[in-house]
């Protein structure tokens, strides 16, 4: 019942603003009759005459006078409230909830959100990192960065960019072992797997010819989380399987070393996972375009591969492959995709 009295409440005032029935039917496009019922209606709820009523003359009563100023300040901060977000997706302002790993947070989304909100300073930030897999809607996240083998779901994501799995070993790691010359080799060395992955025990690589090599390895150490994974590997004669992203620094310093690189695993994509299109802010809209051209930039460089670390000191680096290709957002873009169950790595792990 109140639902509609707020409806009959913004009725009344316009009759007052407009001084008589006729031309507030007019401006709110109703019949005169509607009008004055809706008034009549009004006045029955609250037991009170708030109009004086006659052919020629239209004046308010001192309810109606009281009231008037109250459904006055109620019609205005309403509309207050339709132009603060009219303000919002005018201009970049307000907060966005921001969910990911811990491997992608540390070593890309941090610095590519430092650069956002030193562009768009009205933008408040809640990074809430984790390696658990997150429902978006029920923890209310305005962004999830997922990292994997998205399945279909009610959700949808933007792809920011695509993503390898390398085998790496630390710069001393070769100092007392040869780099292996084909993906048998690597049944016999040393491994630490990160348990999140689809088959942590088994490696399906293909090289440029199209030729694919299955090889089951053996882990001597076992880890939930690719940071855990890629610190054990820099510290140790150990050899990983980590996500080219998290890597890029290392590999361009020479501390990691990319073992067979004219083999490689199945692509995976990073992907911006949002519960809806249709509403999409200004803020969350340039975050995604933000997000794409950063990781774009992420991948410009050299690596060093075990290729080619002995041609180290004549500058002999193997180029980086071409970062992944960016489409512009669109507005309403946005692929229906995982947001509950990626198939994979946990949420950008």
């Not at 390898?164 to 292996?180: D, K, N, Q, W």
């Not at 060395?189 to 089951?216: A, C, F, Y």
């Not at 361009?252 to 070393?257: H, Q, Y």
Request: hydrophobic share 40%; proline share 6%; glycine share 6%.
């Amino acid at each position: 019942m109140i639902l509609r009295d707020l409806y009959r409440m913004a009725i009344f005032t316009k009759v007052v603003e407009c001084g008589s029935f006729s031309k507030a039917a007019i401006q709110l496009g109703l019949g005169k009759s509607v009008v004055s019922q809706h008034v009549l209606t009004l006045e029955k709820s609250i037991n009170a005459q708030l109009i004086n009523r006659s052919p020629r003359s239209f004046s308010l009563t001192e309810e109606g006078r009281r009231f008037f100023e109250a459904c006055l300040l109620m019609t205005e901060q309403a509309a207050a409230a339709m132009s603060s977000v009219d303000q919002l997706r005018a201009e970049p302002s307000g907060r966005v909830r921001i969910t990911a790993s811990y491997n992608l947070s540390l070593n890309f989304l941090i610095r590519a959100l430092a650069d956002y909100q030193q562009a768009h300073p009205k933008v408040e930030i809640e990074l809430v990192v984790e390696d658990a897999i997150t429902n978006v809607i029920e923890s209310g996240f305005d962004l999830c960065l997922r990292t994997g083998w998205l399945k279909e779901s009610r959700l949808f994501a933007v792809r920011l960019g695509s993503f390898r799995l390398i085998p790496c070993v630390s710069a001393r790691y070769l100092e007392h072992h040869p780099p292996p010359d084909m993906p048998e080799d690597l049944a016999g060395m040393p491994w630490v797997v990160i348990t999140q992955l689809p088959h942590p025990d088994r490696l399906e690589m293909t090289n440029r010819d199209g030729q694919r090599r299955s090889v089951k390895i053996s882990s001597v150490v076992r880890t939930n989380t690719g940071v855990a994974a890629r610190t054990f590997v820099t510290n140790s004669l150990l050899v990983g399987l980590l996500p080219d992203y998290a890597v890029l620094d290392d590999l361009r310093e020479g501390k990691l070393i990319q073992l067979l690189p004219d083999w490689s695993t199945e692509e995976g994509t990073i992907s911006a996972v949002f519960p809806h299109k249709e509403y999409m802010t200004p803020r969350l809209r340039l975050l995604l375009d933000h997000l794409r051209t950063a990781f774009q930039l992420h991948y410009a460089g050299t690596i060093v591969t075990g290729s080619t670390r002995r041609k180290q000191a004549q500058g002999g680096f193997a180029p980086l492959d071409p970062p992944p290709r960016a489409e512009p957002l669109e507005p309403g873009s946005g692929r229906r995709a995982s947001g509950a169950e990626p198939a994979g790595l946990a949420c950008g792990e």
